[in-house]
């Protein structure tokens, strides 16, 4: 990636309304390996084996080893540029969303504060008897499989499997911010899960250009009026640089 186009910087500069979707990608400098690449954690797991609903039916111990596995990996990465430039984009816009589709928690850790999460959080359980949901980064998880302390009853990871539906109010905010939105930036997603990987695509057609920073191409560069091709880390740093925004970290 040589340069940043003027209209591009121009685009960040007098933005209104602006929406960021990331992916595994943002999270990749800081450690946290993604699903799909050539480490990836599908590489040694095949989704349908752990990520859904049947498999933790099936043996929610294994279903737990494998998140015990992430969240001790996940505890003590820290957020890397990119996740910095997105938590202070946000400040800069009136009207400014953050859809993550990451489950690791690192954009808050970055001071991100106006985001959804679309598939949920890896430091939240849920009680698969009452629906209760709370906090727990204990690592490692003193118990496998944990259990509810109030009724007895499972607990399983407050993520969004496959074949489960995304939280409502997440993904409605998340629409509403791709139909709104002037400028979509498109960060570490290889666009192929669902619904998320629509969203570019909507914010596109509704009249918004969309900015895309992937070492790779994916099936959203088609979309894209700009495409950035290199690590997110890196990039952001150059966008902030460009935008006089101070990274701190
Ligand atoms: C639903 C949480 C309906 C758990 C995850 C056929 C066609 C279309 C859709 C479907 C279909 N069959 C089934 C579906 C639906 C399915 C789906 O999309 N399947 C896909 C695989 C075909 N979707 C669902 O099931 C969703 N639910 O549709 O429900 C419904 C409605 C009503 C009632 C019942 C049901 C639920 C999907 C959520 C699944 N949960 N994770 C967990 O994490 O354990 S998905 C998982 O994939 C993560 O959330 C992850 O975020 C997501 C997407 O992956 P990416 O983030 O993009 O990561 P990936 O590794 O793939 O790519 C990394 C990218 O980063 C790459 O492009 C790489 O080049 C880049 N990169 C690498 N390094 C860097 C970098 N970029 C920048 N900088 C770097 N340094």
């Known amino acids: 990636m040589r340069e940043i186009p003027r209209d591009l910087i121009k685009g960040l500069r007098e933005g209104q309304n602006v929406a960021v979707l990331t992916g595994a990608g943002v999270s990749a400098e800081s450690g946290v390996p993604t699903f799909r690449g050539q480490e990836g954690l599908w590489k040694r797991y095949s989704p349908q084996e752990l990520a859904t609903p049947q498999a933790f039916a099936q043996d929610p111990k294994l279903v737990w080893e494998w998140y015990d596995w992430r969240r001790s990996l996940i ?72 259990l509810c302390d109030n009724c007895g009853a499972l607990l399983r990871p407050h993520v969004v499997w496959f074949g489960e539906p995304l939280p409502p109010d997440a993904l409605n905010r998340a629409m509403e911010a791709a139909e709104d939105c002037d400028l979509f930036l498109v960060v570490g997603t290889s666009g192929v899960v669902y619904p998320a990987a629509a969203f570019p695509q909507i914010a596109q057609s509704h009249k918004a250009k969309v900015l895309e920073i992937n070492p790779e191409e994916t099936p959203i560069t088609s979309v894209t009026t700009w495409y950035l091709k290199g690590k997110a880390g890196e990039v952001c740093q150059m966008l902030a640089r460009a935008l006089d925004l101070p990274l701190g970290g």
Request: charge should be positive; hydrophobic fraction near 35%; proline fraction near 10%.
């Open 75 to 146: 505890a003590p990465l820290e957020p890397n540029a990119a996740h910095r430039f997105i938590a202070a984009l946000e400040k800069r816009y009136p009207h400014f969303l953050l859809i993550t589709q990451n489950i690791d928690g690192l954009h808050q850790k970055a001071g991100s504060t106006r985001l959804v999460e679309l598939h949920g959080n890896i430091w939240k359980l849920r009680c698969t008897e009452e629906g209760t949901v709370r906090d727990d980064k204990r690592v490692p998880l003193p118990q496998i499989p944990p």
